[in-house]
């Protein structure tokens, strides 16, 4: 198969089974992940529900569709116009968006209104439309976040880069900019990108997509382990990711240079005090670290 | 009957939800395709606007099209062969690679690169590309809010993804 027909058939998602791991490993392959990678950062402006419809319906007030003559009209026009408004503040009200939002050392726990239960670690947020949440089961998610799902309609978790759909089940999501980890902890949870990789998981497995990378592997711990305890965990995850992770956390600058961040770390760092943060991350790989204001070094020592 | 239709898209309550629905799309559709050249939220505040006032003529199944091809009309009107160049968010995460002052060039230079890159592209395969790959519509998705087959929507992120390619692997 020639590169040009590859390329047509990967996006389309023809491409399968042993041409799409050839294709996988090649050079080809590899531009086209920076390329969608790089895109991201190309992403619209955030788009403001509200104020557009705010915005729409005080200017379609001057748009007149009957003009009325009569005081039996005008009158039945004041009406309109009343129950328009009061329909209209209904409406407002019944599909409201509502949002959780946690900073650095704190965590919430949630209940949503079908029940179900989301507790949300550090500096994460979550979003959820009230209206008809039952039979309407989306959420968006940034930051990490433990669901305990119960049973009903589709459960849709969306991610800056990921999709998670389940029906009753329990999973962890972390998703920041880059990287994304799904790991299913009861259930099947079905998983898909911004790349379009899909997998359907089930329990102990994990969906990952570090910086275009996407694997689905193992993992072994119990439960997510960070839950109550004011903490990040991971489990056999690259170091680069944790110390993104522990980056936003704190809100630092965190300089790599001079250390291999591809390793892989399993363990966790505390949300209340950098240095023993950074001292959890660091310990096992003989890392040393300086700390300037806000700008932290990490050299070998 | 159709006549029963047309006054749907009059009724507050169908207008919000048509709003609802597409509202953001169609910013999204209008930024990708003409980026600051106009102002989205404005296109997006016209496009409703004209459908309330046609509201007794267009049909709830054709409020969709016609928002999408109102925006864009408009968007034409002003844009006349000007190059759409848009803005990225702040650099990648440094955290991820092993940085030296070298590569740290070759990334900014990447970035210029790539941005060039897309403002070549015509609008249409811009805005497929980047309503599929940033905002994660599938391609049906995409086929059925430009009005477009699936095909179509392929072939447009193909060469895209193609004319990307090319321009960015000189580099």
Known sequence: ???????ESWINGSLKGQDLE???????YNSLQKIDHTALLFKA???????SRASINSAKKAVNHTPSKSLYYKISGVAAILIAGLFIAFQFFGSSTVSYGTTLNEEQILTLPDKSTVYLNSNSKLSYSDSNFKDNRILYLEGEAFFEVQEGTKFIVNTPVSQVEVLGTSFNIKSRNNFSEVDCYTGKVKVTDFQENEAILTPFQRFSNYNGKFEVSKFSNQDPGWIGLRKSSFNNTPLYVVINELAIQYNVNINTDSIDTNTNFSGSFSHDNLENALESVTLPFQID?????????LQKE | MSKSLHKHVCEEHIFAKIHQKYAKDLHDF???????????NDNVQNAFLKLWENCKTVSFEKAKSFLFSVANNASLNVLKHKKVVLKY?????KTSTQIDPQHVLEEKEYLQKFQKALANLTPEKRSTFMMNRVEGKSHQEIADLEGITKKAVEKRIYSAVKQLKDELDEF
């Open chain 1, 289 to 297: 670290f300086v700390i300037k204001e806000n700008q932290v070094t």
């Open chain 1, 1 to 7: 198969m020639n590169k040009e027909k590859q390329i």
């Open chain 2, 30 to 40: 209008v930024y990708y395709k003409f980026g600051n050249a106009v102002d989205a």
């Open chain 1, 22 to 28: 050839d294709f996988k490993s090649s050079e080809t």
């Open chain 2, 89 to 93: 968010q702040k650099e990648p995460q």
């Open chain 1, 45 to 51: 402006p955030d788009f403001d529900e509200e104020a």
